[in-house]
């Protein structure tokens, strides 16, 4: 017999190699009925997988988040499978789960997959789907992996089954179609009811521009047709708040083929909004004793090699900067962190002179591949809302929960009222991705779990999503969609100041190494604006918007009444402008509700002849007629 243990604490014995599945219907048949994987000993598995040792066990439904990637993992081999009845021939890359959905990458040699075909697609995977053909997993060995592939004259998956070691080498298969896959899959087919082929891209094998463009199909399922339904709905919302589309109806920024792509150019009233949300964390970080530095946009390669950045993302970078000097390089700056090391390390300190909290609103330079730039979400250049804690390992507690007082401020501010934090770990099979030693990397995880148990934030832990230098705390965000966005970030680092050899003088005059905190409350200025865009649909917080008035003059013979409100507002702080062209009033106030101007002052000759204004709000319509010093009154308690 073996001893299963229950998320809820509850143990119980089964013979050994009971199923997950077997232990499912043991408790209730409904709850068979919906298992998609199960959760061993912290790893997902086919539900279907034997047991054979003691060992904790979570049941995955479409309720938890590695039953819907399991749920869509399987979808992309459906998909692949639908392929192939209609693409001859067809070869496959990857087909991962991702956030929402999946994608599958194909190469269907001279045949061309449009968008036309996707319907098709559709209605084929659904038809295989009723089949409840189960995925059915196949332990082989890697000769036999190799001459299944040649056979089927599919390189990619040749390619892949190279890097990997004998004995480790799977086959999963469903109806007519095999795939080297490691799972896990949910039982059967017949779980899939609804799905829906979002979209077709290009996408470079493998994520290398020197190799073939595959063919990326991207698409959603469902275990119901209804739930299918609401996504669609939800889909059209964020077409309408598609950041992309709004920052050009709203004139924030632009890009410019010309200038380069993932290059925002930020026009003026971006700008303001931009500047709006600077000024407010560096009052906030003033308040809590931040000092500000600059530093240049480039750095000597060496710097980045002391670092460790040249060696973790070297290949990922800009290519280094040649000099006249023979064998001088420099790079783009990608880090503001082996600048801010350099200060510290400018002059003797002391631990009199600690904690250092020094901040940068820093531009840094990425390369991403052109297939993955998106808007302001992913670009080349961007704006950290940088700020690097240097403290001695007794103040590592107190500062860190200062740093998460400050982010979770910012969040709540901006109108994010739901948000979890993740704890970002090293993947411990993979160690040899990050710097430092074992010691140092245990005393920099413990200190973020301690912390956020301090404060009892709830966290959820992330394997591998850890910053080479250091664990770190991200905040996900949901938006009005309840779409999760990772923005600000906390990060405790032993090992960039161990490189610097930073030091100080401690109170027993010995020389001890400072801890460094890394912290970005919007991660980028960037990403937050594009996040916030969707978010709020356009319709900025009135202490945030570039423009909380439009003065609305009903002909030209009221205009310098319109001027002399304009000069009144602007004296009391607020901020707008008059619309002084030759249009109707109609044309005026739609135009004025494209451009999400909170309020609107319709003015004509009852509002001159009574020295008031009559208002009106984005959105809802007429608000009455009220005093200049009224609206003001108005517009300052909403701030």
């Known amino acids: 017999m073996i001893q299963i243990s229950f998320p809820d604490g509850r143990k119980q014995e089964y013979p050994v190699n009971t199923t997950a599945l ?82 599958y990458d194909v190469d269907p040699g001279d045949q061309v997959i449009s968008a036309n075909d996707l319907l098709k697609i559709e209605q084929k995977i659904i038809e295989l789907a009723r089949q409840a053909n189960p995925y ?57 009811k609804a799905i829906k082929l979002t979209s077709i891209a290009g996408a470079y094998w493998r994520g290398d521009e020197k190799r073939k463009q595959l063919t990326r199909i991207y698409g959603i399922s469902f275990p119901k047709a209804k739930e299918l339904e609401d996504y669609l709905i939800l889909l059209e919302e964020a077409k309408k708040r598609d950041h992309r589309k709004l920052g050009q109806e709203l004139e924030l920024f632009m890009f410019s083929e010309k200038v380069g792509a993932g290059l925002p150019i930020w026009l003026p009233k971006g700008t303001a909004l931009r500047q709006r949300l600077e000024d407010f964390l560096k009052q906030e970080q003033i308040k809590r004793g931040y000092t500000p530095v600059i530093t240049p946009h480039i750095g000597h390669k060496s710097l980045y090699q002391t670092s460790g950045h040249w060696e973790k993302y070297g290949q990922d970078s800009f290519q280094p900067i040649h000099t006249p000097r023979e064998g001088e390089e420099f790079l783009l700056k990608p880090m503001n962190c082996p600048h801010h090391c350099e200060i510290y390390g400018h002059k003797p300190r002391s631990y009199r002179d600690l904690p250092l909290r020094i901040a940068e609103f820093g531009t840094v330079y990425r390369y991403e591949q052109s297939g993955e730039l ?35 401020l910012v969040i709540k501010k901006l109108g994010f009222d739901h948000f979890t934090a993740q704890i970002s770990l090293r993947d411990p099979e993979n160690k040899e991705k990050y710097i430092g030693s074992e010691e140092n990397w245990i005393k920099a995880e413990q ?10 934030l709830v966290t959820t ?46 109170a027993d005059n010995a020389k001890h190494r400072p801890v460094m905190i890394h912290r970005a409350p919007f991660g980028s200025m960037e990403r937050f604006i594009g996040v916030l865009t969707e978010h709020c649909a356009g319709k900025f917080p009135l202490w945030l918007t570039p423009d909380q008035f439009a003065i609305l003059p009903v002909s030209d013979k009221y205009l310098d009444y319109s001027n002399t409100l304009q000069l009144k ?17 109609g044309k005026k106030i739609r135009d004025t509700e494209l451009k999400k101007v909170p309020y609107m002052l319709i003015i004509g000759e009852k509002e001159v002849d009574q020295q008031n204004v009559s208002i009106r709000r984005q959105g809802s319509g007429d608000q009455g007629a009220s005093t200049l010093d009224e609206f003001i009154a108005l517009l300052h308690s909403n701030l």
């Open 22 to 103: 077997e232990i499912a219907k043991s408790i209730s048949e409904g709850l068979a009925r919906n298992v998609l994987a199960a959760k061993v000993n912290g790893v997902v598995v086919d539900a279907d997988r034997p047991i054979d040792s003691n060992a904790s066990l979570q049941l995955l439904t479409w309720s938890d988040k590695e039953g819907k990637s399991t749920f869509w993992h399987s979808s992309a081999h459906l998909m692949a499978e639908a392929l192939e009845t209609f693409f001859p021939g067809i070869k496959f890359g990857i087909g991962p789960p991702i956030e929402q959905g999946f994608y």
């Open 447 to 456: 200190a973020i779990i301690d912390a956020t148990k301090e404060v009892d």
């Open 136 to 192: 059915k997993r196949e332990s082989v060995s890697k000769e036999y992996a190799l001459n299944y592939f040649k056979d089927k004259g599919d390189e990619y998956k040749l390619e892949l089954i190279n890097e990997l070691q004998d004995g480790n080498i799977t086959f999963y298969h469903q109806g007519n179609f095999t795939d080297l896959c490691k799972g896990p899959h949910i039982p059967n087919t017949g779980f899939v």
């Open 569 to 585: 507002l602007e004296a009391a702080g607020c901020r707008g402008f008059i619309d002084d062209r030759v249009e109707s009033i």
């Open 374 to 408: 998106h808007g302001l979400t992913r670009v080349r250049s961007f704006t950290q809302d940088d700020a690097h804690i240097f403290c001695t390992p007794e103040q590592v507690k107190n500062e860190f929960l200062n740093v998460l007082d400050l982010t979770m």
């Open 461 to 506: 832990t992330e394997l591998g999503e850890a910053a080479f230098y250091g664990p770190k705390l991200d905040f996900m965000v949901k938006d009005a969609l309840g779409r999760s966005w990772q923005l600000g970030t906390i990060q405790v680092d032993y090992n960039l100041p161990e490189r610097f050899q930073l030091e100080y003088i401690g």
